[in-house]
C-alpha cells in the first residue's frame, strides 16, 4: 500500500496517565495509542498530537496524525482502535488527511476549558474532573478580570519559570468565565473558556490560578494589565492544578 | 458522653464499591464509612443508610445514621470522616439528629437522576457517570413515555424478578425527561429525574432501559400504562447499568 496520512480525534481522560509525550518509564497518553496502532498495523509509526498535554490534563479533541502504509481504511482506525484501547481513551473519528498535514505544526490554534467549583466540601463526582476551590469566590470580579486576556498580548508572566520559548506573544480570540450548574452533582461550576492562535507552558492554568486570587480579593480585574505588561512569572498567580484543564479544539486551515 | 444520634449526608463515586451495603469479602461504601467512624470514636457503631446502592451507583446526598457515645462535636463529623476517608467519598454534612431519627425508616421518599448520551463513540470523560446509548434515540418519545410513570402505581413490572417485596404500589412525583449540554464533553446528556415515595429493587434503571427501548422504537409512550397493567417485570425493558444511576436526595419530616 502507498503511505497515508492519518487524522485521529480522541477524547481522553488524563487522570491515569503521565500526560501525553511519550516517556520510557511512565504510561503516556502517545505511547498507549502507538501501542494500539502497532497492533493493528503492525508498523512502529510516529504519533505525532497536536497538544502536549501534561498529566492530570484531559482531552476532547485531541488531534493526531501518523503516516501508515497499512491497507485498513482511514475510517477504520477509530473502531479499530477503540477496540484495543483502555476505557479512558477513546478515538472519535478517523480520516485519510493530505500529505502536509501535521497535527502539531498544521494547527492554527486551540481552545481550552478549565472547570472549577466553589464550595466548603470537595465533590466525589468531580474529583478529577474539576478544581475544588474552597476559599469564597467573587465571580463579577473574576469575569471582568477574565475578559482583560483577550486580545495580543505579551504573556511572559503567565508562562511556567523556566521555558525557552523567545517569543512570548500570543492572541486569545475568546477568554470568558461563566457559571453552569453541574448536571452530575447540581453544583454551580464555575468555567473558564480560552482560545487562541497558541498557548505557552502552563499558560491557560497560570491564567486559571490567577483568575482564583482575584476571586479571592488578592488581585484586582484592573491588575491584569499591569501583570502582563511586567513580563514577569512571579507577579501572576499560582499554577492551577491539572485536572481542571481540557483541551477541547484544535484549529486548523483545512 | 451520652449516646448522641449523628446524621450524615455523604456524596460518593460508585464505581469502585461493590454497593452501599456491607459485605464480608468486598469493599462497600458503608464498610469503609464505619471504618472511619470506628478510627474516629473507637467505637464499632452501625451504620444505617437511607438507599442501598448497587455496585457503581452513584450517590449526591446519601443520608446516614449512626448512634455514638463520642464526646466529638457533631458537626465536626464531616471534616474529621474525611481526613479518613478515600477521596471518592466524601461527608457533605453532619449534625445532631433526634434521638427517633433512623435514615432508613424515617425516610418519606427519595429523588434519582439518570443519565445517558446518546453518540456513535463513547465518552472517555463520562465512561463511569453516564449511561452510552448508540442506538439513534428519538428523545420527544421518551419524554412523552416519561410522563407516564408519574403517579401512584403498581410498579410490579419495573421490580427486579425475584423480590419478595409484595405491596409494590408507589407514587411518582415527579418522571420527567430533560436535555441539557455536558460541561465536561459538550455532548447532549440525556437526564430522567424521577422523585418518589418509594422505589423497588432496580426500579429506576428497569424504568430508564424501557425509556430507552420507547427512544430505539421498540415500544410507544402509550405502551407504559399497558405494561404497568400487567405487573410482569417481563413487559418492561431492560435494566439500564448503574453507572448513569445517582441518588440524588432523599426526604423526611424534619
Known sequence: MPARNIRLTAEYDGTEYHGWQSQTNAVTVQNVIANAVKRLTT?????????????????????????????????????????????????????????????????????????????????????????????????????KAALNFAGTHDFTSFMASGSKIKD????????????????????????????????????VRIITGTLVEVGMGKLLPEDIPVILDARNRKRAGKTAPPKGLYLCEVFYDV
Open 168 to 203: 512570548a506573544v500570543r492572541t486569545l480570540y475568546e477568554s470568558e468565565l461563566s457559571i453552569v450548574e453541574s448536571c452530575l452533582n447540581g453544583l454551580p461550576l464555575i468555567i473558564y473558556d480560552v482560545a487562541g492562535n497558541g498557548f505557552l507552558y502552563n499558560m
Open 43 to 143: 508498523e512502529d509509526v510516529v504519533i505525532t498530537g497536536a497538544g502536549r498535554t501534561d498529566a492530570g490534563v484531559h482531552a476532547l479533541a485531541q488531534t493526531i496524525s501518523f503516516i501508515t502504509s497499512s491497507g485498513i481504511p482511514p475510517e477504520s482506525f477509530a473502531a479499530a482502535l477503540n477496540s484495543c484501547l483502555p476505557d479512558d481513551i477513546i478515538i472519535k473519528s478517523s480520516v485519510e488527511a493530505e500529505a502536509s498535514f501535521n497535527a502539531r505544526f498544521s494547527a492554527r490554534g486551540k481552545s481550552y476549558r478549565y472547570i472549577m467549583y466553589n464550595s466548603l466540601q470537595p465533590s466525589a463526582i468531580l474529583r478529577n474532573r474539576a478544581w475544588h476551590v474552597k476559599y469564597p469566590l467573587n465571580l463579577d470580579l473574576m469575569k
